[in-house]
């Protein structure tokens, strides 16, 4: 059974800070893994998506990168800005093609 | 273009009530998945359909159903409901069945009491 973690569960960072934000799944045997934010009481926006096949995508400020063997992957967040305090969450697409989440990591960026 | 729908937003039912939410996916859109996200569990996979057919369903109990319309429209209904159903409901689409980009609704946040 696929599992998805995210440590830390929450992170507070002064703005204009560089971060990275972890996930690790269990089953290496994925699909694509997607990135998705989401603000209090909202539903989720889509990110960055990583097939399978791929290293890493690129949006704006944001890269994500995925190590299908180690079954890790990151979201890297330059220049940080009070906007992006959300949740965000990593998530894996597996053989049955149902996506399984992770908890989140719940960021804040300080002013 | 129009992304994905869900009504209501916000519901209040009763123990032992049944209840009905819909989702309308994005224009060309054929494959509707439902998730169940709440603070113990995080968001839960409950089912997805594709051409009017569940293809895939999570580990939840009966009485939890859902359908999907000819228009890729999908319904879920969740029967004699219990308190720890509360939760927010999520819809997604994406084009087609497998393993393609998921977008999201705005959820329904359903409280029962």
């Known amino acids: 059974k696929q599992e998805v973690t995210q440590i830390p569960a929450a992170l507070s960072v002064p703005e204009g800070e560089n971060l990275v934000l972890n996930c690790s799944f269990t089953d290496s045997a994925i699909y694509n893994l997607q990135w998705f934010r989401q603000d209090p009481g909202k539903g989720l926006t889509s990110l960055l998506l990583i097939q399978s096949s791929q290293r890493e995508q690129t949006s704006g400020r944001l890269n994500a990168s995925l190590d299908k063997s180690s079954g890790r992957s990151t979201l890297y967040i330059a220049a940080s800005q009070p906007g992006d305090s959300a949740t965000y969450l990593c998530a894996v697409t597996g053989a049955n093609s149902k996506l399984t989440f992770g908890k989140g990591i719940t960021l804040s960026v300080r002013p | 273009k129009a992304g994905v729908t869900q009504t209501p937003r916000y519901l209040i039912k009763t123990r032992g009530q049944q209840v009905t939410l819909s989702c309308s996916p994005i224009?060309?859109?054929?494959?509707v998945s439902w998730y169940q996200q709440t603070p113990g569990q995080g968001l839960q996979f409950l089912f997805e359909?594709?051409?009017?057919?569940?293809?895939n369903k999570g580990n939840f109990p009966g009485r939890f159903s859902g359908r999907q319309f000819s228009n890729s429209r999908s319904e879920m209904n969740v029967s004699t409901l219990e308190l720890g159903d509360s939760a927010l409901y999520l819809c997604?689409?994406?084009?087609?069945?497998?393993?393609?980009?998921?977008?999201f609704g705005p959820g329904t946040r359903l409280t029962v009491t």
């Open positions: 359909y594709f051409s009017e057919t569940q293809r």
């Open positions: 224009s060309g859109h054929r494959s």
């Open positions: 997604a689409s994406s084009p087609r069945f497998g393993n393609y980009e998921q977008y």
